[in-house]
């Protein structure tokens, strides 16, 4: 369904009205293309004294190919330099009147930003910090990053990335995903980064090469692009979705060059034939997209059994029943990746959802339950959570709830199904070993999802 109000606000005389009634003004969202750069331009790095990630970010950055800028001699002059990035170490800030130091490096550069810009705090999980006040300190970035984001203009994002003890070295894949146009729908968010043995990509371009990726729900929609982003960065599709979406099912597995599978995931065998499908083609899965969801959408007072039981089954009962079958045949090595799409319906609520919110933060639980499981053999399972993305799902729903769903959030429109896509593909690059356990929203700071 087609965003009228964005292509009106893209033309030129759009514009102008739109700028003229102080109307949401949608920015043009830059998406990564293969070929190219990290990022579009220098990056700006400064932080707290006494911060002890900057010297890993400038190295890892520069053996990235980023050019990397110091801070400019105050006062900056009239036309100051234009950055694509700005990373802070906030790191060495351990109590309020550190905090200061946000405000000093961000106010000068924020008019700086080139369209599409990146924001980036780097943060201790404030558990880790130093007695109540560093507490306070770090728990303030969470307040400073999600205000800053929803202040953020012209397709910018913000984000703030909370480092455990010992996780600095696993900065890589996290920074590559949030400075680079692959996060172009992701803003306000807050990540934990946690120590753990990581798998450095020989080539970050096609990070899961070699590896062996399921993707569910793949013939329309979020799932087909998981595909697509997926064969992109190097892995050999499975796709799996109901023989009723076959055609679309085999367009999608023949252009990623992959495997399908058509298969009900709620049937009693379903579990049992999928890992048999794997086990007999490839021995294994290293990757697993759980993207196949319905809705049914009803207030609960008028929500028939089935609308309740479907929703239930298709969303939750039968994503953890496919897991289980996969982990209890062994064909999740060490350091496999699962993925489960969630919703900010899940963490927010929606009203006439109370079925598919259930479903949906049952999702965040399987994913922290198995992420607790399964930490030992550094298999990551994580969930992401799609704002509103611009899909056969949603095109169904009617017009007013989908105009406002499409501007309430930070970026004034909705995802591409490429954004959740792109999310997920961080999730599963092995050298995201760092991050599990976690609810990445994908919603463009959507006012609807808190
Ligand atoms: N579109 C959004 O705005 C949005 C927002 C939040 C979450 N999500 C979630 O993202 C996922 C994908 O959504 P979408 O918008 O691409 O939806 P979609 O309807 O386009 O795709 C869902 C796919 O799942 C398949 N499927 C449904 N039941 C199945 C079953 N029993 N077995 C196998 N396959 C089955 C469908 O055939 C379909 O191809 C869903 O889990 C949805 O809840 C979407």
Redesign the pocket.
């Known amino acids: 369904m087609a965003d009228r109000y964005a292509s009106f606000a893209h033309s030129g005389p759009g514009r102008a009205v739109i700028r003229r009634l102080g109307l949401p003004d949608p920015p043009k969202l830059h998406r990564h293309r293969p070929g190219e750069p990290l990022v579009s331009g220098p990056v700006l790095l400064d932080g707290a004294p006494g911060g002890r990630v900057g010297d890993a970010v400038a190295k890892l950055l520069a053996a990235a190919g980023v050019e990397l800028a110091e801070p400019a001699p105050r006062p900056l002059p009239d036309r100051p330099r234009l950055y694509a990035g700005l990373v802070f170490d906030a790191t060495g800030i351990t109590d309020p009147a550190g905090l200061r130091a946000l405000y000093d490096f961000f106010h000068p550069y924020l008019r700086s930003l080139y369209p599409n810009g990146r924001v980036v705090v780097l943060g201790t999980e404030p558990a880790a910090a130093d007695g109540a006040a560093g507490t306070a300190a770090q728990q303030a970035l969470e307040g400073f990053t999600r205000s800053l984001a929803k202040e953020l203009r012209r397709g910018a994002t913000g984000q703030l990335v909370q480092i455990g003890p010992g996780a600095e070295q696993n900065l890589e894949s996290t920074l590559r995903f949030l400075l680079s146009a692959r996060s172009a729908y992701v803003t306000g968010q807050v990540l934990q980064l946690q120590a753990a043995p990581v798998a450095v990509p020989a080539d970050w371009d096609r990070p899961l090469a070699g590896k062996i990726a399921l993707v569910?729900?793949?013939?329309?929609?979020?799932?087909a692009a998981t595909a697509q982003v997926l064969a992109r960065d190097g892995a050999q599709l499975v796709c799996?979705?109901?023989a009723?979406?076959g055609d679309?099912l085999a367009a999608v597995t023949n252009q990623v060059g992959g495997t399908a599978v058509q298969?009900?995931?709620?049937a009693s065998e379903a579990p049992g034939r999928l890992a048999e499908h794997l086990a007999g083609r490839f021995g294994r899965v290293d990757v697993v997209a759980h993207?196949?969801?319905?809705?049914r959408d009803r207030t609960l007072a008028r929500m028939q059994p089935d609308g309740w039981d479907q929703v239930l089954e298709?969303?939750l009962a039968?994503v953890a029943r496919a897991t289980e079958a996969l982990l209890a045949a062994e064909l999740v090595p060490d350091g496999g990746r699962l993925v489960a799409?969630?919703?900010?319906?899940g963490i927010a609520g929606n009203r006439g959802q109370t079925n598919?919110g259930a479903s949906?933060a049952g999702l965040v639980g399987l994913v922290r339950g198995l992420a607790g499981e399964l930490a030992g053999r550094r298999v990551t399972a994580n969930a992401v959570?799609?704002?509103?993305?611009e899909?056969?799902?949603?095109a169904q729903m009617p017009r007013v709830p989908r105009e406002l769903a499409r501007r309430l959030n930070s970026l004034a429109q909705a995802g591409q199904?490429v954004d959740?896509a792109e999310a997920i593909a961080w999730l599963a690059s092995p050298g995201s070993g760092g991050v599990t356990g976690q609810v990445l929203r994908v919603c463009g700071q959507s006012l609807l999802g808190a």
């Open positions: 569910t729900g793949a013939a329309g929609g979020i799932g799996l979705d109901l009723a979406a679309a298969l009900d995931l709620t993207v196949a969801g319905i809705t298709v969303n039968a799409v969630s919703s900010v319906s598919y949906k959570a799609p704002g509103f993305i899909t056969p799902m949603t199904p959740v």
